[in-house]
């Protein structure tokens, strides 16, 4: 069976916006990464109809998106500007750091994402992407070569390898059909790595669990200054 992820329709982010506007006098969206996803044109044409709605492209998708929104709303309640709070946000997009280690490829040459070809290399000779957000896209940043439990400790490894420059307040586990074994596995990886001072096991959106499929996880972070 084969499964896709849809986007809100123009439609249904203008009620989106309208009922927000009845408690609020401006509204911030922040939205999926552009290329990735129809989301973010579907919000920026709705917001047309309004004088007082803004969309900000956080450039990543699920748990990296909710990043950029707890930054949002940390930023709201200190009292800053609406200016402020979307130039903060444009700053802060780029320190975070959204990528996904993919255990089955299969996932990923039904999207389109890979070759069928490429999809049985990857089988046969157990290599498994690392999928990262460049440029408001899911792109293949990296390969890790092995069984599921080596190609796994290299990911974490290589993501959180400096980490003094690493914004230890929050890491996000983002997965999709994991055991909570594995999750504590990763997340004990994890902390020998970087001692963050919160991790949240978070299940993963639903474009980043069909297009990667089960077997799939996450480390998102945002880095310092």
């Not at 992820?5 to 009922?19: G, L, T, V």
């Not at 990464?33 to 492209?57: E, G, H, L, M, P």
Request: proline share 3%; net charge positive; charged share 25%.
């Amino acid at each position: 069976k084969h499964a896709k992820s849809e986007p809100p329709e123009s439609k249904d982010y203008e009620q989106y916006f309208a009922d927000l506007l009845t408690k609020s006098q401006c509204v911030i969206h922040i939205a999926f990464a552009k290329n990735s996803s129809k989301a973010y044109d579907n919000a920026i044409q709705a917001s047309r109809t309004f004088d007082n709605v803004i969309v900000i492209d956080s450039g990543h998708l699920s748990s990296g998106m909710g990043l950029l929104v707890l930054a949002a709303a940390e930023c709201a309640i200190s009292g800053m500007s609406v200016d402020a709070i979307v130039k903060d946000m444009e700053e802060k997009k780029k320190r975070i750091r959204t990528s996904f280690i993919v255990t089955d490829t299969a996932y990923l040459a039904r999207s389109g994402r890979v070759s069928e070809r490429i999809h049985t290399i990857c089988k046969a000779f157990m290599i498994h992407p690392v999928i990262v957000l460049k440029n408001s896209s899911m792109q293949v940043g990296s390969l890790r070569i092995g069984t599921k439990e080596y190609a796994w400790k290299k990911y974490i490894s290589s993501i959180l390898n400096t980490p003094g420059k690493i914004d230890k307040r929050i890491l996000f586990i983002t997965y999709a059909g994991l055991t909570s074994e594995e999750l504590e596995e990763i997340k004990e990886l994890a902390l020998m790595k970087v001692p963050f001072k919160k991790v949240i096991c978070q299940k993963a959106s639903p474009a980043v669990a069909i297009n990667c499929g089960a077997g799939t996880f996450g480390l998102l972070f945002m880095r310092k200054n």
